[in-house]
């Protein structure tokens, strides 16, 4: 085994590529390794599968190329911790057909003798691919740290806010202007903090993380929940009628209460929103099927037009000027949290038409008949 390397100067270091080739014939190996070292690449040689393997375990290359001889080895390489995205260039004197390439993994395949241009460009063009991902990777990481902060960061101040504003509210001589300032800046507050969650829990979903915790709900309690806390919010105000109704086999369904309760409060702060002064929200739950429970929150406000009934699920939708004039909660993270949050279940969720106008927002949760989630 054996390393070239050209001297590294310090303000190209960030440059300079690590290369794996493994190739049994030491002489095509040698030329090879000479025409990337000259290229200022470091090149870790290796003569067999077994020492393929360990350099590339210890290593970790950005690239590998690979005698078609060794092809058996690929498989194992990316079975290795980092290997899943590390480009791998089978060196071969015969073509092979694609299932042969497909199958033992390799991204590339150059002929062999080795034209140092092809060579050159093909290791060049995947290496540019690798710095491209990473680079995207990188931005995606910060993105993610920057969430995760700015939420821990809000939750504190935002906790304070909301406890003193509730102090306020039980002082009896508080003028009906005061309480009414009150209770706006604490719904406010809970808002900017489910906000803040709901980004949270978006980035977490991009990773795949978002697991729901399981548990049994009652769900009229936590319907019946809802409600009353919508009308303490609109306490002193024109207040709307929140309607629930039940059809359900069981009482209770299996889901993670914390989630199913954000997404039930988004939908049912949008209903408010947009449902007309004084009017009826209809919150509805009924057993779908015997593998599903499905939940609906109707109103009678401008509804969603047909053509906007999925981007709105979208986060931070940038909409065109006569879109906005009549499509409600398409720029926010509710409803895209809502999204995340079906689907972290197993379910799904989706706007229809609300007779005789308005929106209905759907959800649907699978659901076996012992109560427990199918996952």
């Not at 978002?210 to 809802?226: A, H, N, T, V, Y």
């Not at 919508?230 to 914390?258: K, Y």
């Not at 039930?264 to 449902?275: Q, S, V």
């Amino acid at each position: 085994m054996r390393r070239h390397q050209q001297p590294i100067p310090k303000e190209q270091s960030a440059r300079i590529e690590r290369v794996l080739l493994a190739d049994p014939d030491s002489e095509a190996r040698s030329h090879i390794a000479s025409l990337l070292a000259a290229a200022e690449h470091v090149v870790i040689e290796a003569g067999d599968a077994s020492h393929a393997l360990l350099e590339f375990d210890h290593y970790r290359p950005t690239l590998v190329l690979l005698d078609a001889n060794l092809r058996d080895t690929a498989p194992q390489l990316r079975l290795l911790r980092g290997g899943r995205t590390t480009p791998i260039v089978l060196l071969c004197h015969d073509r092979l057909d694609e299932d042969t390439v497909r199958n033992c993994e390799a991204n590339d395949v150059l002929r062999k003798p080795i034209d140092r241009a092809d060579l050159m460009l093909r290791v060049n063009s995947l290496l540019s691919l690798v710095a491209q991902r990473q680079a995207i990777e990188e931005a995606h990481r910060r993105r993610q740290q920057l969430a995760a902060h700015v939420v821990h960061d809000l939750r504190i101040p935002l906790t304070s806010i909301s406890a003193n504003l509730q102090w306020l509210l039980r002082d009896r001589q508080l003028s009906p202007d005061s309480a009414g300032a009150a209770r706006d800046a604490l719904d406010a507050s809970d808002t900017a903090s489910r906000m803040a969650a709901d980004l949270l829990d978006l980035e977490i979903s991009e990773q795949g993380a978002l697991i729901p915790r399981m548990q049994s709900i009652d769900l009229g309690q936590l319907l019946e929940e809802l409600r009353r806390h919508a009308i303490r919010r609109m306490e002193g105000e024109i207040q709307h009628q929140i309607a629930i109704s039940m059809r359900l086999d069981r009482p209770t369904i299996a889901a993670d209460r914390l989630l199913l309760r954000r997404l039930l409060e988004n939908l049912l702060d949008n209903a408010l929103k947009y449902a007309p002064s004084g009017d009826t929200i209809h919150v509805e739950a009924r057993t779908f099927s015997p593998e599903w429970v499905e939940l609906r929150v109707r109103d009678r406000g401008p509804g969603v037009p047909e053509a906007y009934r999925q981007a709105i699920f979208q986060q931070y939708m940038q909409l065109d000027r006569e879109a906005e004039l009549h499509l409600r909660g398409g720029r926010g993270l509710g409803l895209a949290f809502c999204k995340v949050a079906a689907e972290a279940h197993r379910g799904k969720i989706w706007v229809e038409e609300n007779e005789p106008c308005g929106a209905c927002f759907c959800v649907r949760l699978p659901q076996v008949r012992d109560g427990s989630v199918q996952i």
